[in-house]
C-alpha cells in the first residue's frame, strides 16, 4: 500500500521525529535504564500538542486525528518505546473514551488538563482474573447517594502510578455479565485509592507497569462516563483504537531494528 501523507501530516511527522531524536533520545537510555519517568517530557509533548492530538481545540487539543496519533506513536518508539506506550494509553484510550462517552461537563473540566500533559490519563481494565473476557470484572460500583464504592483491584496497569486520570471498568450489575459494567473516571486523591505492586520488568522500565487497588473508593456520581451498562460497550470499543497504537508503536520498534 502506497501511503501520501498531507502537508500537514509531514509537518506532524517532522515535529516529532525532530523531538524524539534530540529532547527525548537524551533521556531515554538513563530513563530507561533506571526506571525514570520524564514528566518533563510529558510537559513539552503537551506544549507541543502531541497530548491532545485527537482532542478538538475547544477542548485544549489540536484535533489531528488517529492517523496523526499513528505517525506520532511510530516516531517516538523509534527512540523510547516507553514513552510512546504512555502517549498512546493517554490518547487512544483514555482522551478517547472521555470525548466520546463524557458528558460535557466531564469533557470541560477534564480534557483540557489531559490535552496539556498536566493530567496523565490510564487505562485500568485488566484484573487478576479478567483481561480480554472483559466480562469476567470482579471490581464493583455499589451506588451510595450521590457517590459511587469501588472496590477490588486492577493489575499491569501502564503508568498507573503516574495518573491524574484514570479510566475505571467496575461491576455496577452482578447479575449481569456483559451489561453489568459501568465505565468511572477516577482521580488519585479520590479516598480509597492506593498503588499497589510496581512490576519488576526486562524492558519499557520507563513507563511503569502497577497494581491500583481501590478499597472503598468513593467516586463522585457525576464521575460515572455515559451511563450505568455501557462499560463493556466503552472497553471494547476503546480497545480498537489501542490495538492502532500498539501496531504503530510496533512498526516504530522495528524500524529501529532494520536501521
Not at 468513593?218 to 462516563?225: E, G, Y
Given at each position: 500500500m502506497n501511503i501520501q501523507l498531507t502537508?500537514?501530516?509531514?509537518?506532524?511527522?517532522?515535529?516529532?521525529?525532530?523531538?524524539a531524536r534530540k529532547d527525548l533520545a537524551a533521556v531515554a537510555d538513563e530513563a530507561n535504564r533506571e526506571g525514570i519517568f520524564q514528566d518533563e517530557i510529558y510537559t513539552s509533548l503537551g506544549e507541543l500538542g502531541f497530548m491532545g492530538i485527537t482532542v478538538p481545540e475547544k477542548y485544549g487539543g489540536v484535533d489531528f486525528g488517529t492517523f496523526s496519533l499513528a505517525l506520532t506513536l511510530e516516531e517516538l518508539s523509534r527512540v523510547c518505546a516507553s514513552t510512546a506506550v504512555a502517549v498512546s494509553v493517554h490518547n487512544s484510550l483514555a482522551n478517547h473514551i472521555v470525548l466520546k462517552y463524557g458528558s460535557e461537563e466531564m469533557k470541560e473540566k477534564y480534557l483540557p488538563r489531559m490535552a496539556s500533559g498536566e493530567a496523565i490519563g490510564v487505562y485500568a481494565l485488566t484484573e487478576p482474573d479478567a483481561g480480554s473476557d472483559v466480562s469476567a470484572i470482579r471490581m464493583s460500583a455499589v451506588k451510595e447517594g450521590d457517590e459511587y464504592i469501588l472496590n477490588g483491584s486492577k493489575i499491569f496497569i501502564s503508568t498507573g502510578d503516574k495518573a491524574g486520570v484514570i479510566i475505571v471498568i467496575a461491576r455496577t450489575d452482578p447479575e449481569s455479565r456483559t451489561k453489568g459494567l459501568s465505565a468511572f473516571l477516577v482521580e488519585p486523591d479520590h479516598p480509597g485509592f492506593s498503588v499497589g505492586k510496581v512490576e519488576h520488568k526486562m524492558g519499557l522500565k520507563a513507563s511503569s507497569t502497577v497494581e491500583l487497588v481501590f478499597e472503598d473508593c468513593?467516586?463522585?456520581?457525576?464521575?460515572?462516563?455515559g451511563e450505568e451498562g455501557l462499560g463493556m460497550q466503552i472497553a471494547l470499543g476503546s480497545l480498537d483504537g489501542g490495538r492502532i497504537g500498539i501496531a504503530s508503536q510496533a512498526l516504530g520498534i522495528a524500524q529501529t531494528a532494520l536501521d
Open positions: 502537508d500537514e501530516e509531514r509537518m506532524i511527522q517532522k515535529t516529532i521525529r525532530d523531538f468513593r467516586v463522585p456520581s457525576a464521575n460515572l462516563i
